[in-house]
T-cell receptor
C-alpha cells in the first residue's frame, strides 16, 4: 500500500471555525491532490499540487486553500467552515499528472462534519 | 465541464450472479481507469484502458473500452460478497489532464 496518512480521520466542527486537514506521504511523489466525496457526485477535485509551493485549483475550490511547504505534506484549509463542506475528504498522490501509467493512490479519508 | 455518467447507480444481486456496469461520456477519452472503493477506505485502482476496443481481464472482472473510446464496461462473473463496494470510473480526455471521476455504481452482493 502507498504510504499516505490523512489526519485527523474524523472531525466535527462548528460553522465559521477554521479547519486544517493534513496529508502526509512517504512515496516522494511529485503530485498531490485533495478530493471531496459526496453521495451522487463521486470524487471532485478541490486543489492539487505539482511540487513544493506549486498548487492549482480544481473544480470545487471555493472556500478552500492549500499549502505544500514540503514534498511529503499537503494541507487543506477551510478558512471558515460551512455546513455545505460536510463531506469525506480524500488525499491522493501520483508520480505524474493524468498519465495512464501513473495511477492515483488514495489515503483512507477524513470524515468532516460541520454543525 | 466534461462529465462521466455511470449506470446503474445501485445494484444488489445474489452471490453467483453475473453483472455489468457502465461508464460513458459524450467526449473521447485519452485513457480511462476503474477503481473500487470499500467502506472506510480510499479507492484502489483496478485497471487502466487506453486503446479503443481493448479488453482486459482481472480474475472474474472483465473490462472493455468502447471502439470509439467514449464508453467502458465492467463485467463481473459469478459475483462474490467480496466484490461488494463502490465502483468508480475516472477518465482523462487529454494527456496530462487530471482524471475526472464518475458518480460510481454501488454494488452489493448478498450471500
Amino acid at each position: 500500500d502507498a504510504g499516505i496518512t490523512q489526519s485527523p480521520r474524523h472531525k466535527v466542527t462548528e460553522t465559521g471555525t477554521p479547519v486544517t486537514l493534513r496529508c502526509h506521504q512517504t512515496e516522494n511523489h511529485r503530485y498531490m491532490y485533495w478530493y471531496r466525496q459526496d453521495p451522487g457526485h463521486g470524487l471532485r477535485l478541490i486543489h492539487y499540487s505539482y511540487g513544493v509551493k506549486d498548487t492549482d485549483k480544481g473544480e470545487v475550490s471555493d472556500g478552500y486553500s492549500v499549502s505544500r511547504s514540503k514534498t511529503e505534506d499537503f494541507l487543506l484549509t477551510l478558512e471558515s467552515a460551512t455546513s455545505s463542506q460536510t463531506s469525506v475528504y480524500f488525499c491522493a498522490i501520483s508520480e505524474r499528472q493524468g498519465n495512464m501509467n501513473s495511477p492515483l493512490h488514495f489515503g483512507n479519508g477524513t470524515r468532516l462534519t460541520v454543525t | 465541464t466534461q462529465l462521466l455518467e455511470q449506470s446503474p447507480q445501485f445494484l444488489s444481486i445474489q452471490e453467483g450472479e453475473n453483472l455489468t456496469v457502465y461508464c460513458n461520456s459524450s467526449s473521447v477519452f485519452s485513457s480511462l481507469q476503474w477503481y473500487r472503493q470499500e467502506p472506510g477506505e480510499g479507492p484502489v485502482l483496478l485497471v487502466t484502458v487506453v486503446t479503443g476496443g481493448e479488453v482486459k481481464k482481472l480474475k472474474r472482472l472483465t473490462f472493455q473500452f468502447g471502439d470509439a473510446r467514449k464508453d467502458s464496461s465492467l463485467h463481473i462473473t459469478a459475483a462474490q460478497p467480496g466484490d461488494t463496494g463502490l465502483y468508480l470510473c475516472a477518465g482523462a480526455w487529454n494527456y496530462g489532464q487530471n482524471f475526472v471521476f464518475g458518480p460510481g455504481t454501488r454494488l452489493s452482493v448478498l450471500p
